[in-house]
Nanobody, 117 residues
């Protein structure tokens, strides 16, 4: 069973920065894609960013130019550097890992990010 350790969430003022990390363990298979979704209060879960094992990245339009996703393949860890944070970025951020070998994805438990003055 794939397990995750997420960290880095918290309270930050508008314009500030946070760095989220998510380490996956419990698998001997290569993770094809890792990424982040978020869910604000009363909202649907939405895509934030993902990164393939080769380094190709994708971002939601709402975070382009402010967030940067990166990955440590050797340690199955994905990071999300969030800069110029806005109140609308407030949400629970969930990391995920997708395995093309089984066409399955697994999800972390989520970490709260609150942007408020």
């Amino acid at each position: 069973q794939v397990q995750f350790v997420e960290s880095g969430g918290g309270l930050v003022q508008p314009g500030g920065s946070l760095r989220l990390s998510c380490a996956a363990s419990g698998t001997r298979f290569s993770i094809s894609r890792m990424g982040w979704y978020r869910q604000g209060a009363g909202k649907q879960r939405e895509f934030v960013a993902n990164i393939r094992s080769g380094g190709t990245t994708n971002y939601a339009d709402s975070v382009k130019g402010r967030f940067t996703i990166s990955r440590d393949n050797a340690n199955n860890t994905v990071y999300l550097q969030m800069n110029s944070l806005k109140p609308e970025d407030t949400a629970v951020y969930y990391c995920y890992a997708y395995f093309s070998s089984s066409a399955r994805d697994y999800w972390g438990q989520g970490t709260q990010v609150t942007v408020s003055s």
